[in-house]
């Protein structure tokens, strides 16, 4: 089975530009979670959708939004970039098991804005 | 959620076996614990879970003892490929929750 495909792998943006970063799962998962990982917060999670639908979402402001389409692949949207939204941007998807929910991540995109 | 606690970071080197521990006082009963690996400018990779006693694959070793309130991950004889964060995630098996990763533990491994 192929993994769970981000895309792009690299960006570059400026402040107050937006951005949509792709993901996709890895086939038969229906639940896909993103993450932003930095090296001073560490991985902290941003929502999470499953059946097209936001099902979580962490502590992140407004500007931070995301979508689930119905083949399970997922955008997340960034807009009015801050400095501080430069950062990895990782994906994760899920099977739903009737015992455990084990995430398979994605390379990641990572995200300079300048 | 439990909130896990794991060393900052440990050195090892080529051919020993490693054990790293996480807390997790306040686990549920249907939370599960999971390990995952990372390098750097990678996404994490799982590398096992476990609910209770004993859970061995072909990478790994997880020992999580009766009142549950912490595990250990075993690597043997690591290699220097292992050098990398490893985190644990302790979550419950279904419904709705938000995962939260520690700081993880950056393991170095010297020849």
């Known amino acids: 089975k192929a993994g769970v495909t981000q895309t792009p792998r690299y960006l570059i943006k400026t402040r107050g530009q937006q951005v949509t970063l792709s993901c996709s799962p890895i086939?038969?998962?229906?639940?896909v979670s993103w993450y932003q990982q930095t090296p001073g917060q560490g991985l902290q999670f941003l929502f999470e959708y499953f059946s097209e639908t936001q099902r979580n979402k962490g502590n992140f402001p407004g500007r931070f939004s995301g979508r689930q389409f119905s083949n399970s692949r997922s955008e997340m949207n960034v807009s009015t970039l801050e400095l501080g939204d430069s950062a990895l941007y990782l994906c994760a998807s899920s099977v739903r098991d009737s015992r455990v929910e084990t995430q398979y991540f994605g390379p990641g995109t990572r995200l300079l804005v300048l | 959620l439990a909130k896990t606690t794991q060393p900052i970071s440990m050195d090892s080197y080529e051919g020993q076996e490693v054990n790293i521990t996480c807390s997790h006082n306040n686990i549920a009963t249907n939370d599960y614990i999971t390990w995952y690996q990372q390098f750097p400018s990678q996404g994490p990779r799982f590398i096992i879970q476990g609910y209770k006693t004993k859970v061995t694959n072909e990478v790994a070793s997880l020992f999580i003892p009766a009142d549950r309130k912490s595990s250990t991950l075993s690597l043997p004889r690591v290699s220097l490929s292992d050098t990398a964060v490893y985190y644990c995630l302790v979550a419950p098996s279904g419904g709705s929750y938000i995962p939260t990763f520690g700081r993880g533990t950056s393991l170095i491994v010297h020849p």
């Open positions: 086939s038969g998962h229906r639940s």
